[in-house]
C-alpha cells in the first residue's frame, strides 16, 4: 500500500475483504442457530433434525426445477432464439 492507496481502493481487494466477512458471520451463523431454535424455542433436537433434513431435500428437487422451468420460459420468449444443439437451424 504505497503511494497513498487505501486498504479499499483496489476492488479485488474489497471483495475478498467483504467475502472473507460474510463467510466469518456465515459459520457463525450456522454453529448458533441449532442451539437456539432447541434451547431458546424449545424443539425437540430430532425433530429439528428431521425438519432440517426434510428442508434440505426439499430444495434439492425444487431448486433445480424451478430453476428449469424459469429458465426454459425465458429461453422460449427470447427474441432471435438459436439452438445450441443444431447450430444449422
Known sequence: MSGGEGMFDDPARLYGILSFCKLCLH???LVHYCDVY???YGIDEQWFYWS?????LWNAINDPLFGYISDARALDTAP??????NPKK
Open 27 to 29: 459459520n457463525v451463523f
Open 38 to 40: 432447541v434451547r431458546h
Open 52 to 56: 432440517h433434513f426434510a428442508f434440505t
Open 80 to 85: 432471435n432464439k438459436k439452438s445450441f444443439r
